[in-house]
């Protein structure tokens, strides 16, 4: 099992698994499901008791989920390749614009040297490669203590807290 | 200049620390080379042909006598005692040690120096005008916001994975545009609206490369307060809309040109207006405090010295010739700014070895308030002289081989590292240069054929802007053979034009030939004191190529 880095901490036994919903449209509880099932029948599941949750892959946009985002407790980004800088712009929308309080998590091919922007630009949690990946991760936590920029956790840009 | 507190110096010795962190679990393995790859790259580290290439960030060009020397003794230290000024107002190391890379970035902190984002597919290093600030033709110093600009950019945390590199540069100039704003991703020009408000004309997918074209107008009037919170806008949408799947159409141009500039400005205001009024709206106070930072040095009360220099002119015709091409008005009476040459004929352009950049932070602190200047064309500016000062500094740079007289002309050879240095080159560039400079070194032709811009890029990636050349050299391979292709007609000014390819291409040993007969075209055609670029303009391409290719007899 990869690990799991939420707020600073890893995290034993995450429920939370990717599930490609059978024909039927059965899905367990814990399942984050793919963007078509939620454009297709998110209306449908409305009333489910389920926590539930979406994966969203290289290439799908936010925007259909939008309308789905009180039901979701996980938004899950699958990296396929850690260069591709999109879901760092989608985060940074979620928490900022659509005030999406739930969890943001990243995973596939990250970086534990992306954590930090990761972090900034609104992601709450990291699937890392390996161990050792999520120990670096875990190190590197503190590596900076001034930023610049307003961002999904610190919104006030350093022009406006700097003290001289 | 801008002087850090303890808030940008503590963010920039945490990026050594990083980047020191980096370097260790690359070396141990840790790290594959491909991630490895855009954590060095954003910390201007490129694996090149013979060595590690080290950028240098130069924030918009200006820099201390301090930062200077230390770069001398960097090069020395770290490297073979020389370094290259680039057409971004950067400097490059060509020889550094990879193990080396974390102590030299630890050098630089200790003189507010880095190379954060100096490469790899994210926001560069601004660029403006070198002669901001000390100029009449201008709305006002564009630098405090090339460095409000700065600190934006400077580890944004949702724009370091974008689409391909992301380049801004900013003009104040009203009349001309040495910053060729229109050939950046970004082009920022500070204007007055009807109100007498400052603001920003926004230009939008520029640039050179493979694809070269001029930057479209997405904004008239963007007020100075929502700088930044448009510029988050246009790269959130090129970060979230910009193309994947393919590098050489990746950039934000082709984006716009896919999309047409007004679909892509319809998404930019839509998601600035969700942003305009928050907390990214810049504070007077802010403004204030960096602006602070730029006011004028403590100018004496001069007049201008015409008497004196006609007479030290008609004395020294050789500092006649200094005086016109390397001395540029300055908008305090009795100063000037000048231009160190450093395309001194048979040295690489732009290059300048450990000792002469010692002595020209020297001459910084002697004549020019201790501050410097990289020009887009590869020299260095002195921008405070005072006009009584010219003939002793003119004779201090001449007997360093630094007064090259010969700024804007046609041995003025932007270039760049090329085939010699660089990974990516497809040929040599900096032997073309020499070559053309050899053949032209006669200083009354070269002043008679007036104002060319000659460029040089040894690949298409286009470091040496040949597309904006009035005239542009391009090295291509073809079959492991190295050709050049030959464009007349670009302007890298206001008009912002890409030159037109003049036709077959070819050996580099024709090179002189060919640019030889494109002169004597342009002599024959002109009128009394048409530009070059003017010629080219009114008559076009046909009279040249048909004195080019003619068959020989």
Redesign the interface.
């Known amino acids: 099992m990869q690990p799991l880095i939420k707020n600073g901490l890893l995290v034993e036994n995450d429920p939370w698994a990717v599930f490609e919903a059978g024909e039927d449209g059965a899905f367990p509880e814990y399942a984050l499901l793919p963007l078509s099932f939620w454009v297709s029948q998110g209306d449908e599941i409305r009333d489910s008791v389920f926590k539930l949750g979406a994966v969203l892959r290289a290439g799908d946009?936010i925007d259909a989920l939008i309308p789905y985002l009180p039901q979701l407790k996980v938004i899950a980004f699958e990296f396929e390749k850690?260069?591709?800088?999109?879901a760092?712009?989608?985060a940074?929308?979620l928490r900022?614009?659509h005030a999406f309080t739930g969890e943001i998590r990243a995973f596939g091919d990250i970086?534990p040297?992306?954590v930090?922007?990761?972090?900034?630009?609104g992601f709450d949690a990291f699937v890392l490669r390996s161990e050792?990946e999520a120990e670096?991760a875990l190190a590197?936590g503190n590596?900076?203590?001034?930023?610049?920029?307003?961002?999904a956790v610190q919104?006030?840009?350093?022009?406006?807290r700097?003290v001289? | 200049m801008y002087v850090y507190?303890s808030?940008d110096q503590?963010?920039v010795d945490?990026?050594v620390?990083?980047f020191r962190?980096?370097t260790d679990?690359f070396l141990d393995g840790?790290l594959a080379p491909e991630?490895f790859l855009?954590?060095r790259l954003q910390n201007g580290l490129y694996i090149q042909r013979h060595a590690p290439m080290l950028r240098i960030a130069v924030p918009y060009g200006l820099m201390s006598s301090t930062q200077l020397r230390r770069i001398a003794s960097i090069s020395r230290d770290y490297d073979k005692g020389y370094v290259h000024f680039t057409t971004r107002q950067n400097i490059q190391l060509n020889w550094p040690a990879l193990e080396d890379v974390p102590d030299i970035l630890g050098e630089l902190a200790e003189v507010q120096m880095h190379a954060i984002q100096t490469s790899g597919?994210c926001i560069r290093n601004t660029t403006t005008d070198q002669f901001a600030g000390i100029i009449a033709d201008e709305i006002e110093d564009p630098r405090p916001w090339c460095e409000i600009i700065r600190?934006?950019s400077?580890?944004?945390?949702?724009?370091?994975?974008?689409p391909r590199k992301f380049k801004i540069a900013v003009n104040a100039a009203t009349a001309t545009d040495r910053a060729a704003i229109r050939f950046h991703d970004i082009g920022l020009q500070l204007v007055k609206n009807e109100e007498g408000e400052t603001g920003f004309q926004v230009f939008v997918g520029g640039g050179l490369g493979r694809t070269p074209l001029p930057g479209q107008e997405i904004r008239s009037f963007l007020p100075t307060e929502d700088l930044?919170s448009y510029l988050d806008a246009i790269l959130?949408v090129y970060?979230?809309k910009g193309r994947?799947d393919n590098k050489y159409k990746a950039r934000i141009k082709i984006l716009v040109k896919a999309m047409g500039i007004d679909a892509f400005r319809e998404l930019v205001e839509a998601e600035w207006l969700?942003?305009k009024d928050?907390?990214?709206k810049?504070?007077s106070?802010?403004i204030d405090?960096v602006k602070g930072h730029f006011s004028a040095p403590a100018y004496e009360a001069l007049n201008d010295q015409a008497d004196l220099l006609a007479q030290q002119r008609f004395e020294d015709p050789q500092f006649d010739k200094w005086l016109s091409r390397n001395v540029e008005a300055h908008k305090q009476p009795g100063y000037a700014a000048i231009t160190v040459s450093l395309k001194k004929p048979g040295y690489a352009p732009g290059d300048a070895t450990a000792e002469q950049i010692d002595i020209i932070a020297d001459l910084a602190d002697e004549y020019s308030f201790g501050e410097l200047r990289v020009s887009h064309q590869q020299n260095v500016i002195l921008s405070d002289v005072r006009q009584q000062d010219l003939y002793s500094l003119y004779q201090k740079l001449t007997a360093l081989g630094l007064a090259e007289p010969t700024v804007g002309t046609l041995n003025d050879v932007i270039c760049c590292p090329g085939g010699d240095y660089c990974a990516l080159a497809n040929a040599k560039s900096i032997p073309i240069a020499e070559a053309v400079q050899t053949r032209f070194d006669d200083l009354d032709y070269l002043y008679d054929l007036g104002d060319i811009d000659l460029n040089i890029s040894g690949c298409m990636n286009a470091c040496g802007h040949h597309h904006i050349g009035n005239i542009g050299i391009l090295g291509v391979d073809k079959k492991g053979e190295e050709f050049y292709q030959v464009s007349l007609g670009g302007d890298s000014g206001i008009q912002g034009k890409v030159g037109k390819i003049l036709g077959p291409s070819f050996k580099a040993d024709q090179i002189p030939d060919v640019i030889g007969k494109v002169l004597d075209t342009y002599v024959e055609q002109r009128h009394d004191d048409e530009l070059f670029l003017d010629t080219v303009h009114r008559i076009g391409l046909d009279p040249f190529k048909e004195r080019v290719y003619a068959a020989s007899h």
């Open positions: 946009e850690f260069a591709d800088g999109r760092f712009s989608f940074r929308q900022s614009e970086l040297d992306q930090n922007y990761l972090q900034r630009s050792q670096t590197l590596t900076f203590s001034v930023q610049y920029q307003s961002d919104s006030q840009p350093l022009f406006r700097r001289s | 507190d808030y503590q963010l945490q990026r620390a990083q962190e980096q679990r840790e991630e855009p954590l597919n600190q934006w400077t580890l944004h945390p949702e724009f370091a994975f974008l930044l959130r970060n979230l994947r969700k942003y928050g907390d990214d810049l504070t106070a802010e405090r």
